[in-house]
């Protein structure tokens, strides 16, 4: 199994595009009054992050390591590894990716976001030898 921990504090996508609190709370509104009925059946549904943001919607980790508890029988390559934030802009979605340096005893990975382009899902997160999140060689 893998354990996920953010370490440090930057300033999230959504914060560096300009969104400021009021963008947050109108959301909330939005959610809490003009759509109440579709918002209390998504709350049930467990699904009331998709329509208001959490809490810490305005930073992201500088940092994040995973520790992998699996079994190394060489088959898959362990994530394991402290990945750092990169500072390019405007190159992957939401600026979101990570990267696991190369060592001698493991592969280069990226941490991205693929998004759900339809906006009818979650995002979902990648890890990654590409820095491509459609690239299935990797």
Known sequence: SLSIVGKGIVPSFRVEVGLMDVAAKSLKNHATYVRKKEYAAAQANGDARRWVYPDNWMNWPQEITIEDSREDDGSAILLGGIYFRVRCKQTFN?????????????????????????????????????????????
Not at 129 to 136: I, L, P, R
Request: glycine fraction near 4%; aromatic fraction near 4%; charged fraction near 25%.
């Open 94 to 138: 939401q600026n979101a990716c990570w990267i696991r340096r190369k060592t001698d005893d493991a592969t280069e990975l990226y941490l991205l976001i693929k998004p759900d382009v339809s906006r009818v899902g979650p995002d979902v997160g990648i890890i990654s030898t590409s820095t491509n999140h459609d690239d299935v060689t990797s």
